[in-house]
């Protein structure tokens, strides 16, 4: 009697540990709970590797080894978002939060040129530099942030977005270039996986609406095994085991690459810090302090820069997990850190990671193409938040006019000095560096207006 009692109350026990940050809860709560977090992010994690090893033209075995790198520094930089290091006093790298990382979406438009133009190296080169912007942020956030509020980050998100659909459409239709580009049998695969995320979405539950994602790509990967789309090749010659292993492609480091990513770092430390206030809100009820603020974006700056080392792209704090803290209220850091765990050993199976870079490029668009419509959204969703006054209609005129629409027409631009010839050669880059500009150049005057910005930027 009394072993069921004891069973009871540690049952009862773990119940309430999940809903607070410390504590360990045993390993039959906290592994399930943390492996909802690795389902719901594991295919966004992957997908932008896939994505430029394809633009670069990588063999079988380089895009297993992004893959299996990938994995691996997810899982450390989770780590150190949930246990951070100490700088002195008044600095620490992670936030103590229970944060997600994973790889960005939002360097896939500028690493997808940079790639096509330049090669792996240079994107990885760019990554690791640019990744310094990240740390002055993180060191200096109080001082700057006034200069990023959500209209400026609301722009740039949705020219990301944009940029991604172009992206997301050539997959859907078998990829770039392909010799059956737009064929019956790619787009009836696309479209297969495209509603079945779409019905778990929409009436899926629990884990199942979670990993909507991860069980489309299961079954369309599975319908194009049986078509006959899937390469077995690399899958077949992976290793079952291996370690993930730094520079195991050339770094370069050119001057343009470097100044594009630096703009989107900007961009992803933003996404960061509005990760990092949905979850205090949500779990908590209260925003995030300045520290753990600083913190998480420094710990996505080291994840970056750890990322290009270990042959993988940048690293940010995941949307769809801070969705599912503010869905469960579990903010319990040994839970999530049992999912850290388990995407890191992911990393040490190199068949794990053939496996997935022999998706097919139909299943993997149709996987994918509403989360790149997400992007769209959520930047829509912040313009929405800044609201629509003069001032703001002014500024985003501005914005999209010259970040988005002479980048589509360098050709008129051939006279300017170079640097000015830079600026506007990526939009993405163009918008982040216009939409600071113009915000900075047309100050609020409106006092409905200065209170709606201040109520945007405490979320």
């Known amino acids: 009697m009394s072993d069921i009692q004891d069973k009871k109350s540690r049952k009862e026990m773990d119940r309430e ?5 410390d504590g360990r809860p045993g390993f039959s709560t906290a592994v399930p709970l943390g492996l909802q977090h690795v389902l719901a992010m594991f295919t966004s994690n992957l997908a932008p590797i896939l994505i430029i090893a394809g633009v670069c033209s990588l063999s079988g075995a380089d895009t297993v080894i992004m893959v299996q790198c990938a994995m691996f520094v997810s899982g450390l930089t989770t780590f150190i978002q949930l246990y951070p290091l100490k700088l002195g006093k008044n600095y620490q790298v992670g ?3 229970p944060i997600v990382m994973g790889t960005s979406f939002t360097f896939v438009p500028t690493a997808s040129a940079i790639g096509a133009a330049s090669g792996i190296g240079a994107v990885l080169g760019g990554c690791m530099a640019g990744s310094l912007v990240e740390v002055f942020m993180g060191f200096f956030y109080k001082y700057i942030r006034r200069f990023f509020p959500p209209l400026v980050v609301g722009c740039t998100l949705v020219t990301i977005g944009v940029n991604l659909l172009g992206i997301g459409v050539d997959y859907f239709a078998g990829g770039a270039g392909a010799a059956d580009y737009g064929s019956l049998k790619n787009l009836g695969v696309a479209f297969f996986v495209l509603a079945i995320v779409i019905l778990l979405q929409r009436f899926g539950k629990g884990l199942a609406k979670n990993s909507a994602i991860l069980i489309g790509l299961i079954a369309g990967y599975v319908l194009a095994a049986f078509l006959g789309m899937v390469d077995t090749t690399p899958i077949a010659e992976a290793r079952w085991f291996g370690l993930p292993l730094p520079f195991q492609f050339h770094l370069e ?9 630096a703009a989107l770092f900007v961009t992803s430390g933003l996404e960061t810090i509005g990760n990092t206030s949905g979850i205090t809100i949500a779990g908590f009820d209260r925003e995030a302090d300045e520290k753990e603020t600083s913190g998480a974006i420094l710990a996505d700056a080291l994840g970056s820069t750890t990322a290009a080392i270990f042959n993988a792209l940048p690293n940010t704090a995941f949307g769809q997990n801070a969705g599912i803290v503010s869905m469960t209220k579990v903010v319990n850091r040994w839970c999530i850190a049992t999912g850290a765990f388990i ?3 992911s990393g040490f199976f190199p068949k794990l990671g053939a496996l997935f870079s022999a998706i097919p490029n ?9 989360v790149f419509g997400m992007i769209l959204i959520n930047g829509i969703k912040m313009i929405s938040k800044a609201g629509f006054s003069e001032r703001n209609i002014l500024v985003m005129g501005l914005t999209f006019a010259f970040g988005m629409g002479v980048p589509s027409h360098p050709e008129a631009l051939t006279h300017l000095p170079a640097a000015l010839q830079f600026i506007f050669n990526d939009p993405v880059t163009a918008t982040c560096i216009i939409a600071i500009i113009a915000n900075i150049l047309f100050p609020f005057k409106d006092q409905d207006d200065i209170e709606k910005a201040k109520e945007a930027m405490l979320g």
């Not at 540990?17 to 940050?21: F, P, T």
């Not at 139909?362 to 509403?370: K, M």
């Open 17 to 21: 540990l999940v809903y607070q940050l």
């Open 95 to 97: 936030a103590k939060l």
């Open 253 to 261: 480091f050119q001057l343009p690459a470097i100044l594009s990513f």
């Open 343 to 345: 995407l890191m050993i």
């Open 362 to 370: 139909a299943v993997l668009g149709g996987a994918i193409i509403t």
